[in-house]
Protein backbone atom coordinates (compact mmCIF):
# COMPACT_ATOMS: atom_id res chain seq x y z
CA UNK A 1 0.00 0.00 0.00
CA UNK A 2 0.94 3.47 -1.16
CA UNK A 3 -0.16 6.37 0.97
CA UNK A 4 1.21 9.76 -0.20
CA UNK A 5 -0.15 12.73 2.49
CA UNK A 6 0.32 16.25 0.85
CA UNK A 7 1.27 18.44 3.43
CA UNK A 8 2.27 15.89 6.16
CA UNK A 9 4.12 18.68 7.93
CA UNK A 10 1.00 20.54 8.70
CA UNK A 11 -1.27 20.24 12.27
CA UNK A 12 -3.18 17.36 10.91
CA UNK A 13 -1.36 16.13 8.08
CA UNK A 14 1.20 15.02 10.43
CA UNK A 15 -1.15 13.05 12.80
CA UNK A 16 -2.40 11.50 9.99
CA UNK A 17 1.23 10.72 8.51
CA UNK A 18 1.95 8.85 11.97
CA UNK A 19 -1.47 7.52 12.64
CA UNK A 20 -1.43 5.49 9.13
CA UNK A 21 2.31 4.30 10.21
CA UNK A 22 0.99 2.57 13.01
CA UNK A 23 -2.59 1.10 11.45
CA UNK A 24 -0.73 0.22 8.18
CA UNK A 25 2.44 -1.57 9.07
CA UNK A 26 2.94 -2.49 5.24
CA UNK A 27 2.41 0.92 4.13
CA UNK A 28 4.70 2.75 2.42
CA UNK A 29 4.15 6.73 3.15
CA UNK A 30 5.02 9.90 0.65
CA UNK A 31 4.89 13.01 2.75
CA UNK A 32 5.21 15.97 1.63
CA UNK A 33 5.79 19.23 3.25
CA UNK A 34 6.95 23.06 1.84
CA UNK A 35 8.80 24.99 3.88
CA UNK A 36 10.73 23.31 6.26
CA UNK A 37 11.80 19.14 5.99
CA UNK A 38 10.87 17.70 9.30
CA UNK A 39 13.47 16.48 11.14
CA UNK A 40 11.41 13.54 11.73
CA UNK A 41 12.74 10.45 9.67
CA UNK A 42 11.48 7.07 9.61
CA UNK A 43 12.31 4.12 7.38
CA UNK A 44 8.51 3.66 5.45
CA UNK A 45 7.92 7.39 5.22
CA UNK A 46 9.86 9.59 2.19
CA UNK A 47 9.90 13.13 2.71
CA UNK A 48 9.33 15.45 -0.48
CA UNK A 49 9.10 19.09 -0.60
CA UNK A 50 6.10 20.40 -2.33
CA UNK A 51 4.45 23.80 -3.44
CA UNK A 52 1.08 21.79 -4.01
CA UNK A 53 -0.04 25.36 -5.93
CA UNK A 54 2.88 24.99 -8.56
CA UNK A 55 2.52 22.69 -11.57
CA UNK A 56 5.57 22.21 -12.39
CA UNK A 57 6.18 20.91 -8.74
CA UNK A 58 3.22 18.46 -8.62
CA UNK A 59 3.63 17.07 -12.37
CA UNK A 60 7.84 16.03 -10.79
CA UNK A 61 6.05 14.07 -7.66
CA UNK A 62 3.71 12.56 -9.77
CA UNK A 63 6.37 11.61 -12.24
CA UNK A 64 8.82 10.11 -9.68
CA UNK A 65 5.68 8.17 -8.06
CA UNK A 66 5.21 5.12 -9.77
CA UNK A 67 1.51 4.28 -8.11
CA UNK A 68 -0.88 5.29 -4.93
CA UNK A 69 -3.35 3.89 -3.20
CA UNK A 70 -4.43 6.83 -0.75
CA UNK A 71 -4.10 10.48 -1.76
CA UNK A 72 -4.77 12.77 1.07
CA UNK A 73 -4.38 16.52 0.74
CA UNK A 74 -4.14 18.33 3.77
CA UNK A 75 -2.80 21.63 3.10
CA UNK A 76 -4.82 24.55 3.53
CA UNK A 77 -4.79 28.18 4.50
CA UNK A 78 -7.09 30.70 7.00
CA UNK A 79 -4.35 33.15 7.46
CA UNK A 80 -1.17 34.66 6.89
CA UNK A 81 1.32 36.46 8.83
CA UNK A 82 -0.49 39.86 7.20
CA UNK A 83 -3.88 38.65 7.36
CA UNK A 84 -7.16 36.75 8.90
CA UNK A 85 -10.19 35.69 7.57
CA UNK A 86 -12.56 38.72 6.95
CA UNK A 87 -14.92 39.71 9.10
CA UNK A 88 -16.85 41.85 7.21
CA UNK A 89 -16.71 42.64 3.37
CA UNK A 90 -14.40 45.92 3.97
CA UNK A 91 -11.61 43.16 4.90
CA UNK A 92 -11.44 42.45 1.54
CA UNK A 93 -8.10 41.94 -0.07
CA UNK A 94 -7.61 40.74 -3.31
CA UNK A 95 -4.40 39.61 -2.71
CA UNK A 96 -5.31 37.52 0.19
CA UNK A 97 -8.59 36.17 -1.75
CA UNK A 98 -6.16 34.92 -4.31
CA UNK A 99 -3.65 33.48 -2.07
CA UNK A 100 -6.60 31.30 -0.24
CA UNK A 101 -7.80 30.08 -3.89
CA UNK A 102 -3.90 28.95 -4.40
CA UNK A 103 -3.84 27.29 -1.42
CA UNK A 104 -7.28 25.75 -0.45
CA UNK A 105 -8.43 24.77 -3.84
CA UNK A 106 -6.12 25.31 -7.02
CA UNK A 107 -3.91 21.99 -5.06
CA UNK A 108 -6.74 19.68 -5.39
CA UNK A 109 -7.35 20.23 -9.18
CA UNK A 110 -3.11 19.98 -9.76
CA UNK A 111 -3.36 16.63 -7.61
CA UNK A 112 -6.63 15.10 -9.80
CA UNK A 113 -4.34 15.54 -13.15
CA UNK A 114 -1.59 14.23 -12.41
CA UNK A 115 -2.78 11.87 -10.21
CA UNK A 116 -5.48 10.26 -11.38
CA UNK A 117 -3.17 7.87 -13.62
CA UNK A 118 -1.27 6.95 -10.80
CA UNK A 119 -4.22 6.19 -8.62
CA UNK A 120 -6.01 4.07 -11.96
CA UNK A 121 -3.48 1.26 -11.30
CA UNK A 122 -4.91 1.17 -7.42
CA UNK A 123 -7.35 -1.33 -6.99
CA UNK A 124 -9.34 0.81 -4.34
CA UNK A 125 -7.95 4.11 -5.05
CA UNK A 126 -8.97 6.91 -2.92
CA UNK A 127 -8.38 10.49 -2.89
CA UNK A 128 -9.19 12.80 -0.33
CA UNK A 129 -9.31 16.44 0.52
CA UNK A 130 -9.37 17.90 3.57
CA UNK A 131 -12.05 20.73 3.52
CA UNK A 132 -14.78 22.84 6.37
CA UNK A 133 -17.79 22.66 7.21
CA UNK A 134 -17.91 26.84 6.38
CA UNK A 135 -16.94 25.84 2.57
CA UNK A 136 -20.87 24.57 2.86
CA UNK A 137 -23.01 27.39 1.40
CA UNK A 138 -26.58 25.86 3.33
CA UNK A 139 -24.62 25.73 6.42
CA UNK A 140 -23.01 29.04 6.11
CA UNK A 141 -25.33 30.92 8.80
CA UNK A 142 -22.47 33.26 10.38
CA UNK A 143 -21.07 34.87 7.44
CA UNK A 144 -17.97 36.35 6.79
CA UNK A 145 -14.53 34.92 6.05
CA UNK A 146 -15.39 35.67 2.55
CA UNK A 147 -11.98 33.87 1.09
CA UNK A 148 -11.74 30.59 3.04
CA UNK A 149 -15.39 29.87 2.94
CA UNK A 150 -15.16 31.03 -1.23
CA UNK A 151 -11.75 28.54 -1.44
CA UNK A 152 -13.49 25.41 0.35
CA UNK A 153 -16.69 26.05 -1.31
CA UNK A 154 -14.89 26.31 -4.79
CA UNK A 155 -12.80 23.01 -3.55
CA UNK A 156 -16.11 20.67 -2.69
CA UNK A 157 -17.04 21.74 -6.42
CA UNK A 158 -13.65 20.46 -7.63
CA UNK A 159 -14.25 16.91 -5.73
CA UNK A 160 -17.87 16.50 -7.21
CA UNK A 161 -16.97 17.76 -10.53
CA UNK A 162 -14.20 15.33 -10.30
CA UNK A 163 -16.05 12.25 -8.96
CA UNK A 164 -18.53 12.72 -11.94
CA UNK A 165 -16.27 12.12 -14.36
CA UNK A 166 -14.68 9.36 -12.05
CA UNK A 167 -17.70 7.70 -12.36
CA UNK A 168 -16.96 7.50 -16.08
CA UNK A 169 -13.10 6.91 -15.88
CA UNK A 170 -11.87 5.50 -12.77
CA UNK A 171 -15.08 3.86 -11.61
CA UNK A 172 -13.56 1.52 -8.28
CA UNK A 173 -11.82 5.06 -7.14
CA UNK A 174 -13.41 7.08 -4.01
CA UNK A 175 -13.32 10.77 -3.66
CA UNK A 176 -13.99 12.20 -0.67
CA UNK A 177 -14.15 16.21 1.02
CA UNK A 178 -13.73 15.67 4.88
CA UNK A 179 -14.48 18.50 7.67
CA UNK A 180 -12.12 17.50 10.39
CA UNK A 181 -13.99 19.59 12.88
CA UNK A 182 -12.20 22.22 14.96
CA UNK A 183 -8.66 20.82 15.60
CA UNK A 184 -5.95 22.46 17.91
CA UNK A 185 -3.20 23.08 15.26
CA UNK A 186 -1.88 26.41 14.31
CA UNK A 187 -4.19 26.92 12.05
CA UNK A 188 -7.39 27.07 14.64
CA UNK A 189 -5.37 28.17 17.07
CA UNK A 190 -6.21 32.31 16.82
CA UNK A 191 -9.79 31.78 16.60
CA UNK A 192 -10.20 28.69 19.52
CA UNK A 193 -11.81 31.26 22.38
CA UNK A 194 -15.14 30.01 21.25
CA UNK A 195 -15.05 26.72 20.62
CA UNK A 196 -17.29 25.23 23.18
CA UNK A 197 -16.16 22.57 25.59
CA UNK A 198 -15.19 19.08 24.13
CA UNK A 199 -15.61 20.58 20.35
CA UNK A 200 -11.26 21.09 20.14
CA UNK A 201 -10.31 17.96 19.05
CA UNK A 202 -6.65 16.87 19.17
CA UNK A 203 -4.81 15.92 15.97
CA UNK A 204 -4.50 12.31 16.59
CA UNK A 205 -8.24 11.93 17.68
CA UNK A 206 -8.84 13.70 14.21
CA UNK A 207 -6.26 11.48 11.96
CA UNK A 208 -7.95 8.40 13.57
CA UNK A 209 -11.41 9.48 12.54
CA UNK A 210 -10.74 10.93 9.11
CA UNK A 211 -9.05 7.30 8.73
CA UNK A 212 -11.80 5.60 10.27
CA UNK A 213 -14.38 7.33 7.37
CA UNK A 214 -11.11 6.58 4.18
CA UNK A 215 -11.08 3.13 5.11
CA UNK A 216 -14.85 2.12 5.12
CA UNK A 217 -15.97 4.44 2.14
CA UNK A 218 -16.84 2.77 -1.00
CA UNK A 219 -16.92 4.09 -4.45
CA UNK A 220 -20.65 4.55 -4.08
CA UNK A 221 -20.08 6.97 -1.76
CA UNK A 222 -17.61 8.68 -4.07
CA UNK A 223 -18.39 12.70 -4.13
CA UNK A 224 -19.65 12.80 -0.62
CA UNK A 225 -18.95 15.73 1.60
CA UNK A 226 -18.51 14.11 5.51
CA UNK A 227 -17.37 15.28 8.77
CA UNK A 228 -15.32 13.63 11.67
CA UNK A 229 -18.26 11.66 12.96
CA UNK A 230 -18.84 10.44 9.50
CA UNK A 231 -22.25 12.58 9.27
CA UNK A 232 -22.74 14.25 5.34
CA UNK A 233 -22.61 17.99 5.59
CA UNK A 234 -24.96 19.31 2.70
CA UNK A 235 -23.20 21.42 0.04
N1 LIG B 1 -7.56 22.96 12.30
C1 LIG B 1 -8.87 23.13 12.17
O1 LIG B 1 -9.58 23.47 13.13
C2 LIG B 1 -9.54 22.90 10.85
C3 LIG B 1 -10.94 23.03 10.77
C4 LIG B 1 -11.59 22.82 9.54
C5 LIG B 1 -10.83 22.49 8.43
N2 LIG B 1 -9.47 22.39 8.53
C6 LIG B 1 -8.71 22.07 7.31
O2 LIG B 1 -7.82 20.99 7.56
C7 LIG B 1 -6.65 21.13 6.76
C8 LIG B 1 -5.41 20.99 7.62
O3 LIG B 1 -5.40 22.06 8.56
P1 LIG B 1 -4.37 22.13 9.77
O4 LIG B 1 -5.16 22.58 10.93
O5 LIG B 1 -3.56 20.89 9.84
O6 LIG B 1 -3.45 23.36 9.29
P2 LIG B 1 -1.90 23.68 9.52
O7 LIG B 1 -1.39 23.00 10.74
O8 LIG B 1 -1.79 25.17 9.41
O9 LIG B 1 -1.21 23.00 8.24
C9 LIG B 1 -1.36 23.53 6.97
C10 LIG B 1 -0.49 22.78 6.00
O10 LIG B 1 -0.66 23.32 4.71
C11 LIG B 1 0.63 23.39 4.10
N3 LIG B 1 0.63 24.32 2.97
C12 LIG B 1 0.15 25.58 2.91
N4 LIG B 1 0.29 26.07 1.66
C13 LIG B 1 0.86 25.09 0.92
C14 LIG B 1 1.24 24.94 -0.43
N5 LIG B 1 1.07 25.92 -1.32
N6 LIG B 1 1.79 23.79 -0.84
C15 LIG B 1 1.99 22.78 0.03
N7 LIG B 1 1.64 22.84 1.32
C16 LIG B 1 1.08 23.98 1.76
C17 LIG B 1 1.54 23.78 5.22
O11 LIG B 1 2.88 23.56 4.90
P3 LIG B 1 4.02 24.59 5.40
O12 LIG B 1 3.85 24.67 6.91
O13 LIG B 1 5.29 23.95 4.98
O14 LIG B 1 3.70 25.86 4.73
C18 LIG B 1 1.01 22.83 6.30
O15 LIG B 1 1.54 21.55 6.09
C19 LIG B 1 -6.78 22.48 6.03
O16 LIG B 1 -7.29 22.26 4.74
C20 LIG B 1 -7.81 23.22 6.87
O17 LIG B 1 -8.51 24.17 6.11
C21 LIG B 1 -8.81 22.58 9.71
Given amino acids: MHIVIIGGNGGIGFAMLQHTLERFPEAQITATFRRRRPQWPHPRVNWQSLDASNEDEVRRLSDTTDSVDWLINCIGLLHSAQQGPEKNINALNAEFFQHNMMVNTLPMLLLAKYFTPLLKRSTAPKFAALSARVGSISDNRLGGWYSYRA ?3 ALNMVV ?12 HGTL ?7 TDTALSAPFQANVPPGKLFTPAYVAQQLTDIITNATPEQSGSF ?3 DGQTIPW
Fill in 226 to 228: LAY
Fill in 160 to 171: KTLSIEWQRTLK
Fill in 176 to 182: LVLHPGT
Fill in 151 to 153: SKA
